[in-house]
């Protein structure tokens, strides 16, 4: 739809999934259909829904830096390493 109305030249390269609550049918529902339907573009890696990564711009800070060792910090940084090792966007 935007790249119909707004912007013809778009192109999505990745998809990262956020807010993800692995406890939740509906979470996991929603992943399952993004998954099947933008395929490879979809990272493997998903953030979970944390309470650090909402808090952490009310200090101004990025998660990275108000808790490294958070769940979220972590998933940041693993899908960071899964787009450094995909290449070079499509």
Known sequence: MVRKHLNQNLVVSTILLT????????????????REHFGPEVLKTAIPRSVRVSEAP??????????PASAGALSYLE???????MGAPK
């Not at 009310?58 to 808790?67: K, L, R």
């Not at 899908?79 to 090792?85: D, L, N, Q, Y």
Request: proline fraction near 0%; hydrophobic fraction near 40%; charged fraction near 20%.
């Open 58 to 67: 009310s200090y101004g800070q990025t998660v990275m830096t108000y808790d």
């Open 79 to 85: 899908a960071a390493r899964e787009i450094a090792t």
């Open 19 to 34: 807010m993800y609550d692995a406890r939740t049918r509906l979470a996991s529902g929603v992943a399952s259909e993004v």
